[in-house]
């Protein structure tokens, strides 16, 4: 099974940080990467920028059409309002499906500001110790993952370890 996950970091580089650790335990089979994108929001700006991680995970399994459509349900529908709204309401009903949610919607639009930056990633055959090692200090917090209830409190646990440094 695929799991979706979302971590914040607390600088618009940092997501591109761990990226660089994603990608070093792909190439050492500690992880699957399906998919993925990243947002950062440079100190300043209007709004973020994203890009889906093709060099990681070839077409994607998502494809750019689904991340698209969550970035835009969740960093611009605020500016476009009402006129917009009804059509992604239907839209962000089947997100649903994969575990995104409006709760999942509002607390990333909350959370990743400018200054910050943030990593989606859809992934499977995770080996939990590798990773959690490889990640265990990065400064970020998990904003969301399907994971089970006590594999997804073993990733908080990881990086609030960065905190307590």
């Known amino acids: 099974m695929a799991t979706l996950t979302a971590v914040k970091f607390p600088k618009a580089t940092g997501a591109d940080e761990a990226l660089e650790i994603l990608e070093r335990l792909q190439r050492e089979g500690s992880i699957v990467v399906h998919d993925g994108a990243i947002v950062s929001w440079e100190e300043g700006a209007k ?97 969301h993952t399907n994971l089970s209830t006590e594999q997804e409190a073993q990733l908080r646990e990881v990086f609030s370890d960065a905190h307590a440094v």
Request: hydrophobic share 50%; charged share 20%; net charge negative.
């Open 47 to 143: 709004k973020p920028k994203t890009r889906q991680l093709n060099n990681l995970t070839g077409s994607g399994a998502l494809g750019g059409g689904f991340w698209g459509l969550l970035f835009g349900l969740i960093f611009f529908i605020p500016i476009l309002g009402l006129l917009v709204g009804a059509a992604m309401g239907a839209a962000a009903a089947s997100m649903a499906d994969v575990g995104i949610d409006d709760d999942f919607i509002k607390e990333v639009r909350e959370k990743v500001t400018p200054g910050t930056s943030a990593l989606f990633a859809l992934t499977s055959d995770g080996v939990r110790d590798k990773v959690a090692e490889a990640f265990r200090g990065v400064d970020a917090e998990l904003l």
